[in-house]
């Protein structure tokens, strides 16, 4: 059973950076796709970016640019680095884990079928960070 542990929120100014990182126990990143996502209060939950050691990294248009998403083989770990933080980017942020090699819009579909379906090994979710960006 994947465990994923979020950790490095935090309240920042507008402009400011924070690194997110989530430790992955029972899941192997080589074959395997990361991504993080957020959720905003009243809002969907959207996908940000996503990682596989076969096809790279994949953002979404609102990150683009800013965020850099990134994994430590050796420690089991994967990173959000987010720059130039923007008031809208105040969200609770979650990171996942499926088998499977896919792009940040397969990510997603995978996620959301099983959510509501069964998946076997079923998706790792971490139990969310809350970053926060004041004006």
């Known amino acids: 059973q994947v465990q994923l542990v979020e950790s490095g929120g935090g309240s920042v100014q507008a402009g400011g950076s924070l690194r997110l990182s989530c430790a992955a126990v029972?899941?192997?990143?080589?074959?395997?796709?990361m991504g993080w996502f957020r959720q905003a209060l009243g809002k969907e939950r959207e996908g940000i970016a996503s990682i596989s050691s076969m096809i790279g990294t994949d953002y979404a248009d609102s990150v683009k640019g800013r965020f850099t998403i990134s994994q430590d083989n050796a420690s089991n770990t994967l990173y959000l680095q987010m720059n130039n933080l923007k008031p809208n980017d105040t969200a609770t942020y979650y990171c996942a884990a499926v088998g499977g090699v896919y792009d940040l819009e397969g990510l997603t579909d995978v996620l959301e079928r099983c959510a509501s379906n069964y998946c076997d090994p079923a998706p790792g979710w971490g139990q969310g960070t809350q970053v926060t960006v004041s004006s």
């Open positions: 029972g899941f192997t990143f080589s074959g395997g796709s």
